[in-house]
């Protein structure tokens, strides 16, 4: 299958020496081009320039040829049949759950209590503002256990002291219980510090979105321990809150991970 | 029957219409997923524990127009966190291109079904090899069809760099399928056969 001739052949020697010593082959340019040429929007100088290099290059073409069939082949991948048995164990494992409306409030008694305390942890851990506010509150706990007259923690680093400088003022869930907290450890330790709070609110919201996918875990781990729990199956139910500790140690560690809460905080107390 | 109300009775606990749910975006969602870990068995598992959450979930998507780009990114989320999950765990489904021709050639499992076409598996093969980014921007763009505007909102970049990336992408994409092609076992020579 040889496109060309000998003198064919010559000639495109000929140009490859010629682009070697001067501008160097023009495939990148061409490729660049090549979605354009196949989305038929490239202008028509381009085109013909494009269409020109593809006849004299395999390599190029090639590609091309690729580019051309994704078109149809692509789209044509967006389902895949997982088979009556996939569907039948979607419609299983839903039906076990609590119905949606008992979620809404129907369910009475214990179980329901159990249901509804799991919903709401589980729709709570994914909002940010609580697990921030879950975070915190551990940070709080941490720094009584620390600043205590001896405490059992006591001489923990002051990275973990500068996050009750960020202490949340106004609580929705938990308010009235942090702000007690907080009011001891300050007059305990000296460290609330209104300035402080602009600053935090960045820095707090790239914590935020570091554990959202451990926060979400989390929630998962939570709500299959009280699905175990409800159903008194108690080797599992103690598997889920293992995994729910170490989801909780990752939240922990990537709330932690990096000890900007000063930096950003004294930065923009600098720069305002 | 319309979507909006599909939600509507779903969310009102009507068992008919979540199973008329389910089998309508299941093929989806695990074209979704199998394209992030391109893995079968993960991929139904994965599928199926994303159907619960959205099951669980389904009272926060209140506008119907509004409840694809939502799954999405339900599917999105629990795609990364297993990938996140997989990477703390050994490696088994890496599989040496050169395995997956001769995976090819040997008789059809399950897996292979999937594929359906050569073409397919080259491209799910090829997928792997892409950055991050540019991976997402070709199974939510050009396999599943969303526009720029909502990619830039599933994966929360701004839309010019989607903009920039979309061509970018499916370039490369191209030239990573012609080097598998043109692989030491001379790839998959069925695949370019029939050019369009
Ligand atoms: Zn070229």
């Keep these: 299958m040889r496109r060309f001739d000998d003198k064919d052949d010559r000639n495109e020697d000929l140009v490859r020496s010629i682009l070697d010593r001067t501008s160097g082959p023009a495939c990148s340019r061409a490729l660049e081009h090549l979605p354009g040429l196949v989305d038929n929007n490239l202008d028509s100088g381009d085109r013909v320039l494009v269409q020109a290099h593809l006849e004299n290059c395999p390599g190029c073409r090639s590609v091309a040829v690729v580019l051309g069939w994704m078109g149809t082949e692509l789209p044509a991948m967006a389902e895949i049949d997982p088979g009556e048995e996939f569907t039948a164990a979607v419609l299983a494992r839903t039906a076990r759950l609590p119905s949606r409306a008992a979620a809404a409030g129907h369910l009475t008694g214990a179980a329901g209590l159990v249901d509804r305390l799991g919903n709401w942890w589980e729709e709570r851990i994914q909002r940010p503002l609580f697990a921030w506010q879950v975070a915190y509150a551990l940070t709080v706990l941490l720094t009584v256990l620390t600043i205590a007259p001896g405490a059992p923690l006591h001489g923990v680093p002051r990275q973990i002291l500068a996050g009750v400088e960020a202490g949340p003022a106004r609580l929705s869930v938990l308010g009235g219980a942090f702000t007690t907290v907080d009011q001891g450890v300050a007059q305990g330790a000296g460290f609330l510090k209104d300035s402080v709070w602009g600053g935090i609110r960045s820095d707090v919201g790239r914590r935020v979105q570091s554990t959202e996918l451990a926060r979400d875990h989390l929630g998962r781990d939570v709500q299959g321990a009280w699905r175990e729990i409800r159903h008194k199956r108690t080797g599992p139910a103690l598997m889920r809150l293992s995994a729910a500790g170490s989801d909780f140690q990752e939240i922990w560690r990537l709330w932690w991970r990096s000890n900007s809460i000063n930096q950003s905080s004294t930065a923009e107390r600098s720069s305002s | ?196």
């Design chain 2, 1 to 196: 029957m319309d979507q909006t109300e599909l939600l509507n009775r779903c969310r009102k606990g009507d068992e008919l219409a979540w199973e008329m749910l389910v089998r309508r975006q299941q093929g989806r969602v695990c074209a979704m997923v199998f394209g992030y870990l391109g893995d079968r068995e993960e991929t139904l598992d994965v599928a199926q524990d994303i159907f619960v959450r959205l099951y669980r979930k389904l009272d926060q998507c209140t506008d119907a127009d509004k409840f694809p780009s939502w799954l999405i990114s339900i599917v999105r989320n629990a795609c990364l966190d297993h990938l996140r999950r997989r990477k703390a765990r050994p490696p088994r489904q890496d599989i040496p291109a050169a395995e997956m021709t001769s995976l090819a050639s040997s008789s059809p499992n399950p897996e292979e079904q999937w594929y359906r076409t050569a073409r397919r598996r080259l491209v799910h093969r090829a997928l792997q090899d892409l950055s991050e980014i540019n991976r997402e921007v070709i199974l939510l763009k050009d396999i599943q069809g969303l526009s720029l505007e909502q990619v830039s909102d599933v994966l929360q970049v701004p839309l010019g760099t989607v903009k920039s990336r979309a061509s970018r992408a499916r370039l490369e994409l191209a030239q990573a399928i012609t080097a598998l092609e043109k692989g030491p076992d001379g790839g998959f020579p069925s695949a370019t056969e029939a050019v369009s």
